[in-house]
């Protein structure tokens, strides 16, 4: 009997041991919030998909070693996130191992702002491999069963609010806190209740300076288990071009990290953070490896930021053209008015000489004819449509996404969309990601939104720009209305 309260009392203590620490640690969860809060599944434009490897305390026998594999992303209009998680963390004789899906949805409160909650369901799978334990006598009963294994459910709780670069989080993990037993015969042995784990996190992107496009990413998570110290993480990390990131973290009490990481044509995403500790055990512990792996795709397509910089500028200069034809038009109407009213002036004068006199003059209505029918015919002869790149239609059967009317013109087209709110994320895709400015116009007969990238009384600007969107997006098109 003796000898049972011994093993079973290593048990206890390895098990103890691991109370602070029965979720697998990460340092990269700023590339992947979900995997502490759920509400965040889905709520980047595209779907994410990541393999996280880390290993901890490499001085140490039997320290912790983590694997997770995560994939989630946006559905139905954006406005729900779905996601599977699936992690193993071995600690010497103690693994766990589990599987998650989780679902989120947003709610929108205001222009950019969201309030998101999420849930997870999954389930862990704790096991014990005795085989791994030294012990005085291997004939103890607790050593009959080599191999101990409890599967338990679980959930996850959180809320997250989001405003542009803004990210906000609150979580409580292992919600259910249900108890493992690892039990003999009969009937002794221990028991490990799941402790609850509260989190909360916040996340800003800022630009530190537009022309070299770096663009800082400070962060903070707070942990709080009952029985436990409070963890606090602050993390600040670097961006350059949305393609290279760098930074340093630092967790109280226990560590301080260097991270680095690079995203290879805005899909590919790698990143390495070595966590050197600065606890009591730094001097036998060593430090930790965590490598990731990230994959994204589906969401909106976009050019490179090197063709959308010169797709700026072009539409710069249309503006410019279509401003500077304005101030013309504008010149030429004064001009014009003036002349009218000088004529005028001499049809009255004429009028009133030819009453004097008494004569009965009839206009000659030549000229006039003549006039109008060369300016007709000129005007006509001038201007050529390629009938493939624009359409003519009636500005009546087109309102804003407001229901307003907009004014006739030339609308340079990149995306149609039948539903509003694909319409809506494709346009906050242009405006936040590539600085385009695009206004939404729907058509009442059948029923499509259009976004336009530029709006111009010059048909020329517009061709020109057209010409050079094809180049990238074979299927734009400019929408020519006018009035009946």
Do not use: C
Request: charged share 20%; net charge positive; hydrophobic share 35%.
């Amino acid at each position: 009997m003796k000898k049972l309260i011994y093993t079973t009392s290593i048990l206890a203590g390895f098990v103890n041991l691991g109370h602070a620490q029965q979720l697998p640690v990460f340092s990269q969860y700023y590339y992947n919030p979900f995997i502490y809060n759920p509400a965040f599944t889905g709520t980047n434009e595209r779907a994410n998909a990541y393999v996280i490897h880390r290993s901890q305390w490499k001085g140490m026998p039997g320290a912790p070693v983590t694997y997770a594999i995560t994939v989630d992303g946006p559905v139905w209009d954006n406005k729900v996130g779905l996601g599977l998680s699936m992690f193993s963390d071995q600690m010497d004789m103690f693994h766990r191992s589990g599987i998650y899906t989780s679902y989120s949805y947003k709610f929108k409160i205001a222009e950019d702002q969201w309030i998101v909650p999420g849930l997870a369901f999954g389930m862990i799978d704790n096991r014990v491999d005795m085989s791994r334990a030294i012990v005085k006598d291997a004939s103890d009963p607790f050593m009959v069963n080599s191999n101990r294994r409890q599967v338990t459910f679980d959930a996850n709780f959180g809320v997250a609010y989001i405003w542009k670069e803004l990210r906000v989080g609150i979580s409580a993990m292992q919600l259910v806190g249900n108890k493992i037993g690892f039990t003999n015969n009969d009937g002794s042995g221990i028991y490990q209740k799941l402790q609850q784990q509260y989190n909360f996190n916040a996340q800003y992107g800022v630009m530190v300076s537009e022309t070299a496009e770096v663009k800082a990413l400070p962060s903070i998570m707070v942990r709080y288990t009952q029985g436990a110290p409070v963890g606090f993480d602050i993390n600040a990390i670097f961006e350059w071009k949305d393609m290279v990131r760098g930074g340093v973290s630092f967790r109280l009490g226990q560590s301080v990290g260097l991270t680095a990481g690079i995203k290879l044509n805005k899909t590919l995403i790698a990143g390495y953070t070595y966590d050197l500790p600065i606890s009591t055990i730094k001097s036998y512990a060593g430090g930790a490896h965590e490598i990731m792996l990230g994959y994204a795709f589906g969401g909106p397509k976009g050019m490179d930021d090197t063709k959308m910089k010169e797709l700026m500028s072009k539409i710069e200069q249309a503006q410019m053209r279509n401003d500077s034809l304005n101030n013309e038009l504008r010149k030429r109407d004064i001009v014009h008015d003036e002349e009218i009213k000088k004529l005028k002036e001499r049809q009255d004068s004429l009028a009133r000489v030819q009453k004097d006199l008494g004569q009965n003059t009839t206009p000659n209505n030549n000229t006039t004819n003549n006039t109008t029918n060369n300016t007709t015919n000129n005007t006509a002869n001038n201007t050529t449509t390629d009938p493939k790149l624009i359409r003519a239609e009636s500005v009546t059967d087109y309102t804003d996404e407001n229901g307003a009317d907009i004014t006739p013109g030339y609308y340079v087209i990149v995306e149609s969309f039948r539903n509003v709110s694909n319409a809506k994320a494709n346009k906050e895709f242009y405006e936040k990601q590539k600085q385009i400015k695009v206004m939404t116009i729907y058509n009442k007969k059948r029923k499509f939104y259009y976004n336009s990238v530029l709006y111009t009384t010059d048909e020329e600007s517009a061709i020109d720009l057209t010409n050079e969107i094809k180049k990238e997006k074979p299927d734009s098109w400019i929408f020519k209305l006018m009035n009946e």
